[in-house]
Protein backbone atom coordinates (compact mmCIF):
# COMPACT_ATOMS: atom_id res chain seq x y z
CA UNK A 1 0.00 0.00 0.00
CA UNK A 2 1.20 3.60 -0.55
CA UNK A 3 2.40 5.88 1.60
CA UNK A 4 0.15 8.84 2.77
CA UNK A 5 0.82 12.08 1.63
CA UNK A 6 2.22 13.23 4.99
CA UNK A 7 3.74 10.37 5.16
CA UNK A 8 5.51 10.45 1.79
CA UNK A 9 6.45 14.11 1.87
CA UNK A 10 7.92 13.80 5.63
CA UNK A 11 10.21 10.85 3.76
CA UNK A 12 11.27 13.13 1.35
CA UNK A 13 12.24 15.60 3.72
CA UNK A 14 13.71 13.73 6.01
CA UNK A 15 15.46 11.01 3.76
CA UNK A 16 15.58 12.58 -0.04
CA UNK A 17 16.07 16.79 0.63
CA UNK A 18 19.31 16.46 2.13
CA UNK A 19 21.15 14.25 -0.97
CA UNK A 20 20.52 17.69 -3.06
CA UNK A 21 22.98 19.79 -3.04
CA UNK A 22 25.44 16.80 -2.92
CA UNK A 23 23.65 15.59 -6.16
CA UNK A 24 23.74 19.00 -7.58
CA UNK A 25 27.94 19.09 -7.01
CA UNK A 26 28.05 15.15 -8.31
CA UNK A 27 26.23 16.08 -11.39
CA UNK A 28 27.94 19.73 -11.97
CA UNK A 29 31.28 18.06 -11.47
CA UNK A 30 30.91 14.75 -14.03
CA UNK A 31 29.00 16.57 -16.85
CA UNK A 32 30.46 20.08 -16.37
CA UNK A 33 28.16 21.10 -19.92
CA UNK A 34 25.15 20.18 -19.09
CA UNK A 35 22.39 23.17 -19.35
CA UNK A 36 19.49 21.64 -17.85
CA UNK A 37 20.76 20.61 -13.83
CA UNK A 38 17.80 21.65 -12.16
CA UNK A 39 15.53 19.96 -14.77
CA UNK A 40 17.60 16.91 -13.94
CA UNK A 41 17.50 16.72 -10.21
CA UNK A 42 13.81 17.87 -10.47
CA UNK A 43 12.91 14.80 -12.60
CA UNK A 44 15.36 12.76 -10.86
CA UNK A 45 12.82 13.67 -6.84
CA UNK A 46 9.95 12.89 -9.51
CA UNK A 47 11.24 9.43 -10.31
CA UNK A 48 12.29 8.85 -7.07
CA UNK A 49 9.06 9.90 -5.39
CA UNK A 50 6.94 7.62 -8.08
CA UNK A 51 8.96 4.49 -7.09
CA UNK A 52 8.32 5.16 -3.48
CA UNK A 53 4.87 5.39 -3.81
CA UNK A 54 4.87 2.22 -5.58
CA UNK A 55 7.01 0.70 -2.92
CA UNK A 56 10.00 0.72 -0.66
CA UNK A 57 13.22 2.06 -1.94
CA UNK A 58 16.17 0.44 0.07
CA UNK A 59 18.76 3.18 -0.89
CA UNK A 60 17.13 6.50 -1.71
CA UNK A 61 20.75 8.32 -1.85
CA UNK A 62 21.56 5.61 -4.70
CA UNK A 63 18.63 5.25 -6.23
CA UNK A 64 18.62 9.17 -6.60
CA UNK A 65 22.58 9.66 -8.18
CA UNK A 66 21.68 6.43 -10.45
CA UNK A 67 18.47 7.95 -11.81
CA UNK A 68 20.23 11.55 -12.10
CA UNK A 69 23.23 9.93 -13.95
CA UNK A 70 20.88 7.93 -16.63
CA UNK A 71 19.18 10.95 -17.40
CA UNK A 72 21.66 13.51 -17.77
CA UNK A 73 23.48 11.10 -19.85
CA UNK A 74 20.10 10.41 -21.78
CA UNK A 75 19.95 14.63 -22.03
CA UNK A 76 23.62 14.90 -23.33
CA UNK A 77 22.77 11.47 -25.91
CA UNK A 78 19.90 13.65 -27.36
CA UNK A 79 21.26 16.74 -27.88
CA UNK A 80 24.15 14.74 -29.36
CA UNK A 81 26.67 17.13 -27.39
CA UNK A 82 30.00 15.85 -26.77
CA UNK A 83 31.67 16.78 -23.32
CA UNK A 84 34.71 18.92 -23.34
CA UNK A 85 36.13 18.03 -19.88
CA UNK A 86 40.02 16.92 -20.87
CA UNK A 87 38.30 15.02 -24.11
CA UNK A 88 36.23 12.82 -22.62
CA UNK A 89 33.33 12.40 -24.74
CA UNK A 90 29.90 10.81 -24.08
CA UNK A 91 31.01 7.44 -25.41
CA UNK A 92 33.96 6.79 -23.30
CA UNK A 93 31.87 8.24 -20.32
CA UNK A 94 29.09 5.28 -20.55
CA UNK A 95 32.05 2.92 -20.10
CA UNK A 96 33.05 4.07 -17.60
CA UNK A 97 33.74 1.94 -14.24
CA UNK A 98 30.71 1.70 -12.04
CA UNK A 99 30.21 4.57 -9.71
CA UNK A 100 29.65 3.71 -5.75
CA UNK A 101 26.19 4.70 -6.54
CA UNK A 102 25.68 2.16 -9.38
CA UNK A 103 27.76 -0.42 -7.34
CA UNK A 104 24.98 0.05 -4.29
CA UNK A 105 22.12 -0.34 -6.37
CA UNK A 106 23.41 -3.14 -8.04
CA UNK A 107 23.95 -4.70 -4.39
CA UNK A 108 20.55 -3.92 -3.21
CA UNK A 109 19.01 -5.72 -6.46
CA UNK A 110 21.23 -8.43 -5.49
CA UNK A 111 20.16 -8.80 -2.12
CA UNK A 112 16.18 -8.35 -3.56
CA UNK A 113 17.20 -11.25 -6.15
CA UNK A 114 18.30 -13.48 -3.08
CA UNK A 115 15.27 -12.42 -1.00
CA UNK A 116 12.94 -13.57 -3.94
CA UNK A 117 14.70 -16.75 -4.76
CA UNK A 118 14.58 -17.67 -1.11
CA UNK A 119 10.80 -17.00 -0.81
CA UNK A 120 9.99 -19.76 -3.20
CA UNK A 121 8.74 -23.05 -2.06
CA UNK A 122 12.19 -25.88 -2.13
CA UNK A 123 11.97 -27.37 -5.24
CA UNK A 124 11.38 -24.02 -7.10
CA UNK A 125 14.01 -22.65 -5.31
CA UNK A 126 16.18 -25.46 -6.17
CA UNK A 127 15.71 -25.20 -9.98
CA UNK A 128 15.97 -21.61 -10.17
CA UNK A 129 18.77 -21.58 -8.55
CA UNK A 130 20.65 -24.63 -10.52
CA UNK A 131 19.07 -22.70 -13.96
CA UNK A 132 19.72 -19.20 -13.52
CA UNK A 133 22.17 -18.37 -11.35
CA UNK A 134 24.93 -21.34 -12.20
CA UNK A 135 23.38 -21.78 -15.51
CA UNK A 136 22.92 -25.12 -15.53
CA UNK A 137 20.77 -26.52 -18.68
CA UNK A 138 17.11 -28.10 -18.15
CA UNK A 139 18.33 -31.56 -19.04
CA UNK A 140 21.67 -31.37 -16.23
CA UNK A 141 19.33 -30.17 -13.63
CA UNK A 142 16.52 -33.25 -14.21
CA UNK A 143 19.40 -35.44 -14.15
CA UNK A 144 20.71 -33.49 -10.80
CA UNK A 145 17.87 -33.49 -8.85
CA UNK A 146 15.99 -36.69 -10.05
CA UNK A 147 13.06 -34.92 -12.00
CA UNK A 148 11.70 -35.11 -15.19
CA UNK A 149 12.60 -32.18 -17.80
CA UNK A 150 8.67 -31.68 -17.66
CA UNK A 151 9.08 -30.77 -14.06
CA UNK A 152 12.29 -28.94 -14.24
CA UNK A 153 10.54 -26.61 -16.87
CA UNK A 154 7.30 -26.19 -15.11
CA UNK A 155 8.52 -25.53 -11.98
CA UNK A 156 11.52 -23.04 -13.09
CA UNK A 157 8.23 -21.50 -14.92
CA UNK A 158 6.54 -20.68 -11.66
CA UNK A 159 9.41 -20.21 -9.79
CA UNK A 160 9.80 -17.26 -11.82
CA UNK A 161 6.69 -16.28 -11.64
CA UNK A 162 6.82 -16.15 -8.03
CA UNK A 163 10.08 -13.99 -8.02
CA UNK A 164 8.22 -11.39 -11.03
CA UNK A 165 5.20 -11.40 -8.43
CA UNK A 166 8.05 -11.23 -5.35
CA UNK A 167 9.40 -7.90 -6.90
CA UNK A 168 6.52 -5.99 -8.23
CA UNK A 169 4.94 -6.66 -4.35
CA UNK A 170 8.02 -4.53 -3.24
CA UNK A 171 8.51 -2.15 -6.31
CA UNK A 172 10.46 -3.55 -8.37
CA UNK A 173 8.68 -4.30 -11.60
CA UNK A 174 10.25 -2.53 -14.08
CA UNK A 175 13.15 -5.03 -14.17
CA UNK A 176 11.73 -8.52 -13.59
CA UNK A 177 12.83 -9.95 -17.12
CA UNK A 178 16.54 -10.41 -15.98
CA UNK A 179 15.83 -13.18 -13.19
Partial sequence: MPPPDSELFR?????????????????????PDLHDLDDIVQESFARLLEAKRRGGIASP?????????????????HSRHELKCDGVTIDMLLDDAPTTFENVATAEEIQILVRAIQSLPVRCRQIVT??????LSQKEVALQLGLSENTVESQGSIGLQKCIAFFRRHGYGGRTTDV
Avoid at 61 to 77: D, I, K, M, Q, S
Avoid at 130 to 135: F, N, S
Fill in 130 to 135: LRKIYG
Fill in 11 to 31: WFTDEVQPHEMALRGWLGRRF
Fill in 61 to 77: RGFLFVTARNLALNELR
